[in-house]
C-alpha cells in the first residue's frame, strides 16, 4: 500500500503564497499519477491539479490555472503544490491523492487508490 503525507497549509491573506508538499512511502514505485483535490465545508471534493510521474505531464482545474503549479519529485516521491495569488475561495482543506495505473479520468476523485489526511489552507480576505 502506499501512505501519503500533506504538510504545508496554513493561514495566508489574499494575494500570497503556499506550498504544499505531498510525501508518499510504500509501494510507489510507478506510480501513474498523482492528485490534488480540495474540499471546503458544505461543498464537494473539487479537482485541482494533477501529475504524471513518468513524464510529468500536468493538468489543472480552470479555477486555479495559472497560479497553481503542481510539481514532482521523483526521487524524493513527493509532489508539490505551489499556490501563488491565493484567493479566499481557495480556502479549503487540500488533499493529495495517489493512482496506481492509468486513470480514466485522472480528474475524478475516485479514480485514485491512495489518499492522504489532508491538509487545512485558509486564505483570508
Known amino acids: 500500500q502506499v501512505q501519503l503525507l500533506e504538510s504545508g497549509g496554513g493561514l495566508v491573506q489574499a494575494g500570497g503564497s503556499l506550498r504544499l508538499s505531498c510525501a508518499a512511502s510504500?509501494?510507489?514505485?510507478?506510480?501513474?499519477?498523482m492528485g490534488w483535490f480540495r474540499q471546503a465545508p458544505g461543498k464537494e471534493r473539487e479537482f485541482v491539479a494533477r501529475?504524471?510521474?513518468?513524464?510529468?505531464?500536468?493538468y489543472y482545474a480552470d479555477s486555479v490555472k495559472g497560479r497553481f503549479t503542481i510539481s514532482r519529485d521523483n526521487a524524493k516521491n513527493t509532489v508539490y503544490l505551489q499556490m501563488n495569488s491565493l484567493k479566499p475561495e481557495d480556502t479549503a482543506a487540500y488533499y493529495c491523492?495517489?493512482?496506481?495505473?492509468?486513470?480514466?479520468?485522472?480528474?475524478?476523485?475516485?479514480?485514485?487508490?491512495?489518499w492522504g489526511q489532508g491538509t487545512q489552507v485558509t486564505v483570508s480576505s
Open positions: 510504500g509501494r510507489t514505485f510507478n506510480n501513474y499519477a
Open positions: 501529475i504524471r510521474w513518468s513524464g510529468g505531464s500536468t
Open positions: 491523492a495517489a493512482r496506481r495505473f492509468v486513470c480514466t479520468d485522472c480528474t475524478q476523485g475516485y479514480e485514485y487508490d491512495y
